[in-house]
Every structure is written in C-alpha cells, then in structure tokens.
C-alpha cells in the first residue's frame, strides 16, 4: 500500500508533469488538441493507488492525468503528443484516444458518454471470465448530459456488472458553466432510482479519496454492482481575457488549448485553498517537506523531458 | 423450409460450439424471438444469452468491451434503422479497435427493414450506407448458399462485421441456387455462367435475380448471375471479365440509397468493356415513398429480356 508521501509525491508527479507540458503547449509545439487536468490530480492518483491487478480504467479525452498516474512515464507521453514513434502508442493515438493497455488503460474516448457503454462490455467480459475485477469509467458533468450515460447505467446495474463509474464535475463542457446551459442534474436520484450506489467526493483530500474508493472497489466486487461517484472538482489555469469587446475581462475556461497564466514553479501551487490538489496535501504533510519532495520530482522531470 | 428458419438453424449450430460467447438484444430469447431469428438459441455453460434493455447505443459499446475484454458476442436487431442510435460506436469506437487486429468477434445482426409496411423506417433498407461510415465489413444473406458461406465463415470470426437479413424474405421459401464461385471475403457469389447476360444483384435484390435467370432460361437463353453481398470495396473482375464475354450487362438493386455501389460497377463495365447493352433496375423513388406500401421492385422480366436482345 502506498504510504502518504508516496501519494504525495504521485500528486507533485502529475502536477509538474502537466506544467511542463503545459509550457510545451504555450510555445506552441502540439498539432494536436492536449487536455490538461490541472486540479484533476487527487482523483486520478487514488484510483490508481486502488487499482488490482486485473482492474482496468476507461477514460475519457481529458485523461491525460489518468494516463501519467497510472504509466507514470512524462516522456512516453510528451512524444506521444509529439506524435513520435516512441510515443507511448507509436504516435497513432494522440492525446483524447490516447490508451495504455499495459497499465490498464485498454480505452480512451474523445466522445462524451461514448465510454460508458465500452466500459460496461468490459465489466461483462470479466464476468464472463470468471474474474472478479473492477472496472472504472471516469466520466464527466457533460457526458451525463448524454442519453449514453443513462443507457449504460441502466445496463450496468441490469447485468449487476462491477463498475465504478466516476463523474468528474469540474462544472464546464467546453467553456460553458452548468448553470449557463442547462438544469441541475441531480445524479444522487438519477442513480438512486437505478437502485445505484451514489457517493460525492469534494476537497480533493488524496488520502481521504484512495481509503473510499478501495472500500467502494470492494462493495463492487463483494455485492456484485456497479457504484457511482461524482468528484467535485475545479479545472485550475482558466484566466480573464481582455480585450476590445472585453475591457473589464471575461472569464474563459480554456477547456483544451495551454493554461497561458500557469507558470512553472518549484513549489507548483495553484490556487491556496481545497480546490487545489497540491494545497490539500499540506492539511497531511509539512509544507516544507512537500517541497523538498517537490523540487526533486521537478529536476527529474526535466532531465527526463528534456 | 423457409428463409428464416435455415438462417436461425445456421446461427443456432454456430453459437452452441462456443465455449465462450454473449448473445444480447432486445427480446432474444423471448416471445417471437425476432419473428425467428433467434428461436431456441442454446450456448455452453459459460456463455450467456441476454435479452437486453432497449438501449441500441450502449448494446453496441458493450459489443466493443466485449470484444477488447477477449469474449466474443452477436447483438442481435430487430430492425437495421435502430442501428442509427449506434452510429458513434460503429465509427469511433470501431476505429480504435480496429488498429489494433483484435483476438475477439463481435457481429451485429440487424433484420433490415426491406419490406416496405413499417413506413417511414423503411426508406433505410441500404446495409451499405452504414457499412460506408466507416468501411465496416458487411454482408447482407438472401439464399442458402450465401447464408452459409457467410455465416458460417463471419458470424464467428476475429474483428468486426454487420451481417444483415432481410425481413421481405423472412416467411419466403428459401432459394437453392447453385454455386460457380465464391470470393474468399465472401463478397461476390456466381451462382450460374451462361453466355446471353450478365446480371448482377445488389443489396438483398438477389431473388430478382434469380426470378430473371429462371425467366430466361424459359425462352432459351442463359445468363451470368452474381450477388455482391457487401458494400465495402469490391473487387470486380470476375464480374467484368464476364461482361466482356456476354456483352450485355443486368444491374439490380433494391437500395434505397443515393448511394448506390452498383454504379461503381457499372463504371468499371463502361471502362474495361464494351457494353452493348445495359439495363439498371433500381427503385423509383419519384413517387411516395415514405408511405407504408409492399415496396417491392416493380420488375417486368420480358421486357428487359426483349431490351437485352
């Protein structure tokens, strides 16, 4: 079991890691639409400290936290975003489809909802199989907007399959707030009435995250169901565009495209509170020794990256 | 015996060998069983039969996590044009799967809405048109030869495929042709040479075919026929060495589609050979084609006979 400052260390992982390609991404250096999961890091480093061999995660086109977690390889990833040979799929992929079979991510959709189902057949395989895996399908507050993701659940829980759907609700699909496109989806319900387990994650607590996930890992497998959590979180890096029609500055949630007011630091703090990944460490763990921790991981990954 | 039965008995021995496979759709394995399709389905211990929720999307998902979960399935349709709720899995989803030579088999079978009482639903009845999205394999069964050939080699088979049947034919007898030669994607079947016509059948048009071959052979001629059973890139040279030596060329299809593959062939005949005579049998669809009606092609036999000499 990995210990505090082993998670610790996996969240400064993805964070550095996410801002060197970020600043990659600013100068420009990607052809191809990058996804960055700023913020993302706590959920995305405890489903892969729960994760048994066997287990698999589907993601969706924002994965690219999931895939550092998990294959915990910044320059198979840059080359793939390059789209090199070396690249962690041969270059084919790319970022929103991009899947790492050997680290348990078989699937990468650039389609919301689309994984859902992809997940659910998984699941099924498993069961077919005789393996008592679980599968995760992480997900997002726009894909539960699709008629897929309410198919799929239903099927998930019609065939009892072990699931873990995660529903990461940063609050935006594409640079549009919930509140700007549609009603409040109150997933508790819509699951509920599903006769689906229903959890909420906030505050973006690491440890917190990895002790729930791998009791809820073993409710799936024990009762033979799929369960739902829906992650609050914030996708940090958005700014305030200012211009001619914009004076006064408008907020813009970059959804893909670089973070332009995200720059690199040692200690590579973001915001100074919960929505933060990087600041809720430091309710655990000495800030001093995070960034001891922190300034290591950075000189790594830049010779590493270079 | 009738066309569905012999297609049901063709499944039915195919997925009782399988020691592992999943067998899902709506109403499989309850009351008329897609008027037959399905009836009396059996699988080993460790494969299941699911009559699933009405969620075509997600039943072609779970088809692919099947699929790259090593476990071979069929989902089973009632009508072709529900597939249209599945389109995103059958591009996206196929695409990724496809790079990477799966070990797995996952075949959709739709019933294709040929016959023309279910209205509006109806003016989809082209397999070819979604097999087109994304150059998937797909295969449409009209006869006893056809039918095994193809689901004998397909249905089962590593990767990908649509293999559609025709609802017009369900209750009909069932066509024994012979067989000249079959291509080994099962793609173009001979069923007879003869040296008067060429005559070419698309879609599920083949019993049409088959109608003009017998008609001709009453007045004494004998005619090439061939079915092209799929839409994905075909090779015609079979077809279009026939063309050079009968020099006069019978094209049917029953599609409703603007997108017709028999003019693929009808360009490649213009090109390589010299046609003296053609004759193009498609739907007419100047008239009301949205209302329910028995659709079938309106074909008078003598006087293509009498045109072709």
Known sequence: ?306 | MNYISFVNELVRKKVVEQERVVLFGQNIDAGSCLSGLTRNLHVKPASMIINSPNSENTLCGVGFGLMMGGVNSIFFMKQLDFLLLGIDHLVNTYNFIRRKDPKASFTIMPCIVDGGYQGLQSSFNNLGDICSLARIRGFTVTNKVDAERIINAELLSPGFRIIGVSIRLFKEELIEPGLVFASPDNAVFQYTQGNDATIVCFNLSFPYGHELCRKMGEKGLTASLFSVNTATPTNWERIIEDVKRTGRLVIIDDSKSENLSCHALLCEAQKNCQVRKHVMVTKDMSGDWLSPSHDQLEIRYDEIIDKLL
């Open chain 1, 1 to 306: 079991m990995a210990g505090k400052t082993d998670l610790a260390r996996q969240v400064l992982f993805l964070r550095h890691s996410q801002m060197l390609i970020n600043e990659r991404y600013k100068r420009g250096d990607f052809k191809i639409p990058l996804h960055l999961g700023l913020g993302h890091e706590a959920i995305a480093v405890a489903v892969d400290a729960v994760m048994q061999g066997g287990d698999q995660i589907i993601c969706s086109h924002r994965n690219m936290h999931y895939v550092l977690a998990r294959g915990k390889n910044l320059k198979a990833e840059l080359d793939e975003y390059y789209l090199k040979r070396e690249g962690l799929a041969k270059g084919e992929l790319g970022s929103m489809n991009l899947a790492d079979e050997a680290h348990g991510i078989p699937y990468s959709s650039s389609i919301l909802g689309n994984n859902i189902s992809v997940g659910a057949g998984l699941a099924l395989a498993k069961r077919v199989a005789g393996k008592n895996n679980v599968i995760i399908v992480q997900s997002g507050d726009g894909a539960i907007e699709e008629g897929s993701f309410y198919e799929s659940l239903l099927f998930l829980k019609s065939q009892n399959l072990c699931c873990m759907v995660l529903v990461e609700n940063n609050g935006y699909s594409l640079g549009t707030h919930i509140t700007e496109r549609r009603c409040d989806i109150n997933l508790r319900s819509i699951t509920s009435g599903l006769g689906i387990h229903y959890e909420r994650f906030s505050g973006n607590d690491v440890f917190a995250y990895v002790q729930r996930l791998r009791e809820l890992r073993d409710y799936c497998i024990k009762t033979r169901t799929p369960v739902c959590v829906e992650v609050m979180l914030t996708t940090l890096g958005s700014w305030y565009l200012t211009n001619d029609q914009n004076p006064h500055g408008k907020f813009v949630n970059y959804h893909s495209g670089p973070a332009p007011t995200v720059q690199m630091n040692e200690w590579p703090i973001l915001l100074m509170n919960d929505d933060d990944p990087v600041f809720a460490l430091t309710t655990h763990i000495n800030k001093d020794t995070l960034v001891r921790e922190s300034k290591d991981i950075l000189a790594r990954l830049q010779e590493e990256s270079a």
